[in-house]
């Protein structure tokens, strides 16, 4: 048997599921596992959070408001963009799509702290120009 032959054996046994027999029925600790994620410590549903993702260049930020899972990293694959934030203007630009946050958070993402402040600054921007 050529040792090309064999790794495709030995991979399939690793990629094949158990079948339910007496013997690892007996027991849970032999059981096929269906789902990796369940088992992995310290699992729980996704949280979404509503926070900054960087896009400017080096010395020269750009914000956007991101909706993304909390566990990702800073500029990692959004859900969507509802917003973006430039603070080198003068005064800052801050624009929002306050209906989408609405509908996000009613979902229950979270806010992080410098959203809720950008949130607040906007609102209080807004309020004395209606």
Known sequence: MSSRNRLKIEA???T???LANPRNLRDNNN?????????????SATVLM???????????PYYRVV??????ARNGRSVEVVGL??????PTTIDLKRERIDYWVSKGAQL????????????????PAA
């Open 12 to 14: 399939d046994k690793r």
């Open 16 to 18: 094949t599921p158990l």
């Open 31 to 43: 059981l096929p596992i269906i789902c990796w994620a369940s088992i992995r410590k310290g699992f």
């Open 50 to 60: 509503i926070r900054l993702a960087r896009i400017g260049a080096r010395k020269q």
């Open 67 to 72: 909706v993304i899972d909390k566990e990702r």
């Open 85 to 90: 934030y430039n603070p080198r203007t003068n």
């Open 112 to 127: 992080s702290d410098t959203v809720s402040r950008l949130l607040t600054k906007s609102k209080a921007a807004a309020a």
